[in-house]
């Protein structure tokens, strides 16, 4: 069942506060995908995306009582996920983080030339895509949380500057700033050491056997390339991107992996359910 409008998602939201299990699982299958592609840039892979997503849900479950529909769902539910997302400590960036500095570094430097074939017989322009996905989320995680939410707010999701302003608590014109900078600093990167968008010297056909011998490619586990990919419906209200880092594909969404589709339902029919609603906002 897909919402359609304000007033169906306000019965919905009623009726999954007063206890119907139905109403709840279609209020939470309908932002699944929307919180699963924002955990997956803020955090850059597949599994720390999917434990992240579920955590988000469940905080969307216990404190659905506490939505005072003053503002859209979908921007409640954002603001949530981000709040999250910008906190998370358990992602593997977290602990082996990243900077621009070090990624243009191991550009430079690394030893990509005159490596053995590496490519197990998969198709060599496969893992050359799967990199390039890949290197859209790693060079995320180059930016600091907040920059990184920023950007993915306006860049991928391209949310209005007031909403994105009331999502992350600042005011619309210091968000349109922050995004201006980052946007910058984004092409300015891509630019300089890019090959495919820019005039760096980085090509991914030509990174792939390095990649794999540094664990970065695994080509028994392409996650990106081996994913559906959907269409988000999100409202475009932000101003076109110009530059390298609207040109780079960073717009590209995810079906969410079956498991947590069945984890949303698994803990849905639950003891659990009965004890949660109506929880307090002590941990949003």
Sequence with gaps: MNIKTNEELSILIDKATSGDEKSLETIILSVQDLVFNLSLRMLGVFPDAEDASQEILLKVITHLSSFKKESSFSTWVFSIASNHLKNYKKSMFVQYPLSFEYYGYDIENGAAEDLPDLT???????????????????????????????????????????????????????????????????????????????????????????????????????AFTSSKE????????????????????????????????QFVKDFLQSTQISTIQGAGLEEM
């Design 230 to 261: 959907i269409v988000l419906d999100v409202k475009n209200a932000m101003e076109e991107v110009d530059d390298l880092a609207g040109k780079f594909d960073f717009s590209k969404t995810y079906a969410p992996p079956e498991t947590l589709h």
């Design 120 to 222: 197990q017989d998969i198709e060599k322009s496969l893992l050359a895509e799967e990199l390039k996905l890949s290197c859209t989320n790693v060079m995320l995680q180059c930016l600091d949380a907040e920059n990184r939410c920023i950007f993915i707010l306006g860049t991928m999701f391209k949310v209005d500057s007031r909403i994105a302003g009331e999502i992350l608590g600042i005011t619309p014109e210091t968000y349109r700033q922050r995004l201006s900078r980052v946007r910058k600093k984004m092409a300015e990167f891509l630019e300089n050491y890019c090959g495919e968008y820019g005039q760096g010297k980085c090509k991914c056909k030509n990174r792939v056997n390095y990649a794999i011998q540094t664990h970065r490619l695994q080509p028994q586990n392409l």
